[in-house]
Nanobody, 121 residues
Framework: QLHLVESGVGLVQAGGPLRLSCAAS????????MGWFRQAPDKEREFVAG????????ISADSVKGRFTISRDNAKNTVYLQMNSLKPEDTAVYYC??????????????WGQGTQVTVSS
């Protein structure tokens, strides 16, 4: 079982930056592909970004390209989501996820509990 815990400051002004972290424990972190997803009120959960096991490959949603960057530190068992130029429409609960295949679908095996991000205009 892989346990994931997200963290990061929850409230930020539009245009500002915010970095989310997701700490993993329980199994060997570097054997998992990692992803970030988000779910806004009354909307379905959507893919944000993903990163391969060693960090050599990243993918991201068109809505965040050029603004969000996913990275990982396998020595610290942590994946990050650096979010810049935030917009009110980025407001959502953000989840990190772990799996064995880098994909934009929600087919990941382990999920964190989520952390709220609110962008004020």
């Amino acid at each position: 079982q892989l346990h994931l815990v997200e963290s990061g400051v929850g409230l930020v002004q539009a245009g500002g930056p915010l970095r989310l972290s997701c700490a993993a424990s329980g199994r060997t972190f570097s054997t998992f592909v990692m992803g970030w997803f988000r779910q806004a009120p009354d909307k379905e959960r959507e893919f944000v970004a993903g990163i391969s096991k060693l960090g050599s490959t990243t993918i991201s949603a068109d809505s965040v390209k050029g603004r969000f960057t996913i990275s990982r530190d396998n020595a610290k068992n942590t994946v990050y989501l650096q979010m810049n130029s935030l917009k009110p429409e980025d407001t959502a609960v953000y989840y990190c996820a772990a799996g064995d295949r880098l994909t934009r679908t929600s087919g990941y095996d382990y999920w964190g509990q989520g952390t709220q991000v609110t962008v004020s205009s």
